[in-house]
């Protein structure tokens, strides 16, 4: 089994639960009672925001995948780059749109995750 891949897969999983029991209550359920925005940017946000959750869980199965056959190297891989992805994003906007990142701490939560899996698929 490989040990960072298996991380990586437990960190993506923990972000997926996150997203999904903490960011719904705290993102989607505003996003959707708000009153002044027009329903096509709301529901295409809220659709979008499952789009994610799909996502996360996905990749937190290809890290488990990865962790467990020595096949799956490529599959890790994959997953890797697409947390980076949402890493340097969730890193930059914050800066780029004068948040904080206490108020959007999204980026750091995939930190790890890139790390373990590059770790992982450098086995």
Same mark, same amino acid.
């Given at each position: 089994?490989?040990?960072?891949?298996?991380?990586?897969?437990?960190?993506?999983?923990?972000?997926?639960?996150?997203?999904?029991?903490?960011?719904?209550?705290a993102?989607?359920?505003?996003?959707?009672?708000?009153?002044?925005?027009?329903?096509?940017?709301?529901?295409?946000?809220?659709?979008?925001?499952?789009?994610?959750?799909?996502t996360?869980?996905?990749?937190?199965?290809?890290?488990?995948?990865?962790?467990?056959?020595?096949?799956?190297?490529?599959l890790?891989? @994959?997953?890797?780059?697409?947390?980076?992805?949402?890493?340097?994003?969730?890193?930059?906007?914050?800066?780029? +749109?004068?948040?904080?990142? +206490?108020?959007?701490?999204?980026?750091?939560?995939?930190?790890?995750? @890139?790390?373990?899996?590059?770790?992982?698929?450098?086995?």
């Amino acid at each position: 089994m490989n040990i960072f891949f298996a991380s990586a897969g437990g960190l993506a999983a923990i972000v997926c639960l996150i997203h999904t029991f903490l960011g719904g209550r705290a993102i989607a359920e505003p996003l959707l009672n708000a009153p002044g925005l027009h329903p096509v940017p709301k529901l295409t946000t809220y659709y979008c925001w499952h789009i994610v959750t799909i996502t996360l869980a996905v990749i937190a199965g290809m890290f488990g995948y990865a962790a467990l056959f020595a096949g799956g190297t490529d599959l890790g891989w @994959v997953a890797t780059i697409l947390t980076f992805g949402y890493c340097v994003l969730g890193l930059a906007v914050p800066v780029f +749109k004068n948040q904080t990142f +206490k108020d959007m701490p999204q980026g750091w939560l995939f930190l790890p995750i @890139v790390i373990l899996g590059a770790l992982g698929g450098s086995l």
